[in-house]
């Protein structure tokens, strides 16, 4: 027997306006995400950019002579022959602070002792680290060579009988700062002192110091 499925109609099929209507929903959200991820992206990048530009930008190391004191014994002059009996040890201690909100790791430096332009000492000044916005005193330990003031051995009997003897130090750390791990800053501190010693006193009558950071 055939059965007649005539009054069994058929589900109509999805109207073609709603078919549109997801595909425009599924675009916009699709759209609104892409547009979402994108203001992310530019609001981490204008937050890398400040921080960059304020934060985490490098700041010179700050440098200090902040106390200066003398070892020895008075300067000797004999004659006739002219012979100096001289034994002048200058101890500073230079104090470096960092203003970084990182730490400054700093390689190994050098203090010089300078007398009339010529070097006549030098000391090292072994690494270290100083954390951020921290400071640290290093200290530097100069004694003068006489054998190498031989090339300055009139001015410097001149100085000694005129009572006062004038040298001057430089010293230079070099170092780094580095922001996240990857961010780095290479920085070198520097100092430069000029020191009047009284003699036969052995007392520092007078110094001038100028400190500066070079990039």
């Known amino acids: 027997m055939i059965q007649n499925n005539d009054h069994y109609p058929n589900p109509d099929p999805e109207p073609v306006h709603e078919a549109k209507q997801r595909r425009h929903v599924r675009r916009r959200r699709c759209l609104i995400a892409i547009g979402v991820v994108i203001f992310l992206i530019m609001l981490l990048f204008i937050v890398m950019l400040i921080l960059v530009l304020t934060v ?8 200090q002579v902040v106390s200066a004191t003398l070892d020895g014994i ?42 009339q332009g010529e070097q006549v000492g030098d000391v090292e000044i072994y690494p270290g680290k100083i954390p951020a916005r921290r400071s640290t005193t290093i200290p530097s330990r100069l004694t003068l060579q006489v054998d190498k003031v031989a090339s300055e051995t009139l001015p410097l009997v001149q100085d000694i009988l005129a009572g006062q003897l004038a040298i001057d130090t430089r010293t230079r750390i070099p170092g780094r700062v580095t922001f996240l791990g990857f961010i780095r800053k290479h920085v070198v501190a520097l100092s430069d002192c000029h020191f009047v010693i009284a003699v036969p006193e052995m007392k520092i009558r007078s110094q001038e110091c100028k400190e500066r950071t070079k990039f």
């Open 74 to 115: 008075s300067p000797r002059i004999s004659f006739p022959v002219v012979r100096i009996q001289l034994n002048i040890t200058l101890n500073l201690q230079i104090l470096v602070e960092n203003r970084n909100h990182a730490s400054f790791k700093h390689g190994s430096g050098q203090s010089i002792l300078l007398y």
């Open 56 to 63: 985490f930008k490098a700041k010179q190391p700050k440098t």
